[in-house]
């Protein structure tokens, strides 16, 4: 079982749609959870973060965390092409050296 | 206040050669993290640095690959002998402290080609 699992997609939603983006983790004991979003080419760039049980806002982006359940998602609102794109989900494990444990990203499209 | 540099952001090597990466973190971070990416593959956690020390090099491979993050100037990523298997992104990110709340900048990356 891979630590940080993702659906590697593409997952396709029409332009103004809620694109839902999901990722369990393996280690019970994990503390924080990132949502980065990466263009084909580009460097990684951080969207938001969340280490809390529940809903955290931020604009069109919602991360959620279900720590019992073992998995975080994001919601995009509005959804624009320009955030077409692979979104990586990365997480802190157990307390250590707080490097990053990446699942292999989720690519979305956007269809205008 | 700049961003996370890394250069080159594109290199060649011929099997055999070495490869010299550096990364220069935001101002006022001190925390630095390598991770390598291979086409089609999610980033892979390789070293962790604070200035003069190797804090979890887990991800590093044990043979070819060194990181240092001198007290002065850039944290470097060496790789000797290359082979056409190192040909990946790699990518330097760097944080402003260390904590369950570890928010990670990345740099543009380096991107190397192993002929």
């Known amino acids: 079982q891979k630590e940080v699992e993702q659906n590697s997609g593409p997952l396709s939603v029409p332009e103004g749609a809620i694109a839902s983006l999901n990722c369990t983790y393996s280690?019970?004991?994990?503390?924080?959870f990132f949502w980065y979003r990466q263009y084909s080419g580009k460097s990684p760039e951080l969207i938001m973060f969340i280490y809390s049980n529940g809903d955290k806002e931020d604009g069109r982006f919602t991360a959620q965390l279900n720590k019992a359940s073992q998995y975080v998602s994001l919601l995009i609102r509005d959804s624009q092409p320009s955030d077409s794109a692979t979104y990586l989900c990365?997480?802190?494990?157990?307390?250590?050296?707080?490097?990053?444990?990446f699942g292999t990203g989720t690519r979305l499209k956007v269809l205008a | 206040n700049a961003g996370v540099m890394q250069n080159p952001r594109h290199l060649v090597r011929r099997r055999g050669q070495e490869a010299r990466l550096r990364c220069s973190p935001m101002?006022?971070?001190?925390?630095v993290y390598w991770y390598r990416q291979l086409p089609e593959e999610g980033l892979k956690f390789m070293v962790y640095?604070?200035?003069?020390?190797?804090?979890?090099e887990s991800g590093m491979p044990k043979e070819r690959f060194s990181a240092e993050f001198p007290k002065e100037g850039p944290s470097i990523l060496r790789i000797q002998q290359v082979v056409r298997g190192d040909s990946a992104a790699y990518f330097c990110?760097?944080?402003?402290?260390?904590?369950?709340?570890?928010?990670?900048?990345f740099g543009p990356g380096t991107r190397l080609t192993v002929l």
């Open positions: 280690d019970r004991g994990s503390q924080s």
């Open positions: 640095l604070q200035k003069e020390n190797i804090i979890d």
């Open positions: 990110a760097s944080s402003p402290l260390q904590g369950p709340v570890n928010e990670q900048f």
């Open positions: 990365a997480v802190i494990g157990v307390a250590g050296t707080y490097k990053y444990i």
């Open positions: 101002k006022g971070h001190s925390h």
